[in-house]
C-alpha cells in the first residue's frame, strides 16, 4: 500500500498563497496540495518535524485565514529544498468553515466524475 492510499482526506492540486509568519519576518511559500486537514508545501529552509507554525492563507474572495500548523512530514528533494505536509492545529469557527468550503470546492467535481 502507497502513502496515497493511506491517507484519510482526498488531496487536490491547488496553490493558494500562503504565508509563513515568523517573528520579525513573512515568508511566502509555494503550495503544492491541499486537504481538509492540511497542506503540503515547498520551502527553502523546512521546519523542525513537530513545529508549531503561524500561516497566512489567501483564498479567492479576497477571504484571509491566520491559523497555526503543525509540520508532520519533512521530505528533502534534489534540490536543496524540501516538500513539507502540515496540519492545522486548533482551526475553527470561520476559519474552519471557510478551508471547508474551499476544499470541497476543489474536491466535489473529483468525487463526482470517479
Known sequence: M???ERRRDLRAHASPPLH???IGSVEKVE???????GLFVRMDE???LNELLKVRVELPG???INAHVVSVRIVPDA????????????LVGEE???WESYITSL???RRAAA
Open 46 to 48: 523546512p521546519p523542525q
Open 79 to 90: 534540490q536543496g529544498r524540501a516538500g513539507v505536509g502540515v496540519r492545522f492545529f486548533a
Open 62 to 64: 479576497k477571504k484571509v
Open 20 to 22: 509563513i509568519v515568523r
Open 2 to 4: 502507497d502513502s496515497s
Open 31 to 37: 503550495v503544492l496540495n491541499v486537504s481538509y486537514r
Open 96 to 98: 474552519k468553515r471557510a
Open 107 to 109: 474536491v466535489s467535481p
